[in-house]
Nanobody, 111 residues
Framework: QVQLVESGGGLVQAGGSLRLACAAS????????MAWYRQAPGKQRELVAH???????TYADSVKGRFTISRNNLENTAFLQMNSLKPEDTAVYYC?????WGQGTQVTVSS
């Protein structure tokens, strides 16, 4: 079955950077679009970034110019490079592909 495992979250000061990774198994990764979402306490889960199987990308307005989504189809892994982090980026970050979700990784940005 499809498994997604996120990693790379942590505590960082405002202005800092983190790189999240999402390792996929049980799926022909290269054939599918994938996306990163986040959910802050008391808020709905929201789309952060999306990348198609053809490498086209889209971003939420709140992260444009600061976050970069990418994927390595040979390693079945997707990434989310997050720069210039802000306290409002604090959330649990999830990757998703083909209707499946990872367990999430916590990102906390201190002011």
């Amino acid at each position: 079955q499809v498994q997604l495992v996120e990693s790379g979250g942590g505590l960082v000061q405002a202005g800092g950077s983190l790189r999240l990774a999402c390792a996929a198994s049980g799926i022909i990764f290269s054939l599918y679009d994938m996306a990163w979402y986040r959910q802050a306490p008391g808020k709905q889960r929201e789309l952060v970034a999306h990348i198609t199987s053809g490498m086209s990308t889209t971003y939420a307005d709140s992260v444009k110019g600061r976050f970069t989504i990418s994927r390595n189809n040979l390693e079945n892994t997707a990434f989310l490079q997050m720069n210039s982090l802000k306290p409002e980026d604090t959330a649990v970050y999830y990757c998703t592909i083909s209707g499946k979700w990872g367990q999430g990784t916590q990102v906390t940005v201190s002011s």
